[in-house]
């Protein structure tokens, strides 16, 4: 194998394992940071190397004298902004020189959904890292709307009347890919990727019973009932402030707008959620 031009972490997961197919079959050599290489998938023109975000010193070793890095966020964690702190420092200090960082719609310092702070905070270390950096900013993804559905087949949330144009796992790692193979057009750019149509939670449910041949609705909480219908999962506030401001930013109108940014990264349209869901 060449030596690696791009490193790539979550390559465990479905995003990152999605980009990581991309770039083999593009016949690039790439290196996949993990926690456990074991798992990690075996592709051609690649290895894994045990690096997690924590370890600056793994990290720094890991990505030494390659250029362009892909940083797919930690897991949601109370410390997740200090980890990827860690990792920006770590990726500086090792001589990468692009960062593509997988980060959230409209992520912002006051937005409603709480993880899209520490979505903001990351990206505001990496402006500074004096790395050159892309952000690929997803909306929720499409992939995980069947996950809100309840045994009962029904969706709860505050979520009102508000929009989300959520958007196909496939058409990010699409994008991520094009990024990464050609980092240079897309120094210090920011793209905002979405489906191509934005839709209330009433429509998924309609489009999500559809794919499954049975009877799927939405019931529209009030914030209080939402936290209230989530307290016996044992969650700690952090998590249960997390999945309730997934509602709020839809009802706040955060996450609705549609781009052209998918087109305009992959060559393709984004994939509507009814085909996700064929697919799947």
Avoid at 16 to 40: D, E, K, M, T, Y
Avoid at 47 to 76: C, H, K, N, W
Avoid at 171 to 177: F, G, N, P
Wanted: charged share 20%.
């Amino acid at each position: 194998m060449t030596s690696p031009t791009i490193a790539l972490t979550g390559t465990t997961g479905r995003l990152g394992g999605r980009i990581a197919r991309r770039l083999a079959a593009a016949g690039v050599s790439f290196r996949q940071l993990v926690r456990n290489p074991i798992r990690a998938p075996r592709l051609r023109g690649s290895d894994a190397v045990q690096a997690s975000y924590g370890d600056g010193d793994a990290v720094r070793a890991a990505l030494f004298g390659i250029p362009t890095v892909l940083m797919v966020s930690a897991s949601e964690t109370p410390d997740r902004v200090a980890q990827h702190r860690m990792f920006v420092d770590a990726s500086a200090a090792a001589g990468v020189r692009h960062l593509v960082y997988i980060s959230f719609y409209g992520a912002d310092p006051q937005a409603t959904f709480t993880l899209a702070r520490d979505h903001a905070a990351t990206e505001q270390h990496i402006r500074e890292s004096g790395m050159a950096f892309t952000f690929l900013r997803d909306n929720f993804y499409a992939d995980f709307m069947p996950d809100l559905v309840g045994d009962d087949g029904v969706i709860r949330g505050p979520a009102g009347g508000g929009r989300v144009a959520v958007v196909a796992q496939d058409d990010i790692a699409d994008a991520a890919a094009a990024v990464l193979l050609d980092p240079a057009p897309h120094a210090d750019a920011t793209y905002s990727l979405t489906g191509p149509e934005s839709l209330t939670l009433t429509e998924i449910a309609a489009i999500i019973g559809q794919a499954r041949g049975t009877l799927v609705t939405y019931h529209a909480e009030s914030v209080p009932e939402a936290y209230s219908s989530r307290a016996g999962y044992g969650a700690p506030e952090w998590q249960l402030d997390a999945w309730v401001s997934t509602y709020t930013a839809i009802a706040a109108g955060e996450v609705a707008q549609v781009t052209g940014d998918v087109q305009r990264l992959t060559g393709h349209p984004p994939v509507p959620l009814a085909q996700v869901l064929a697919r799947s």
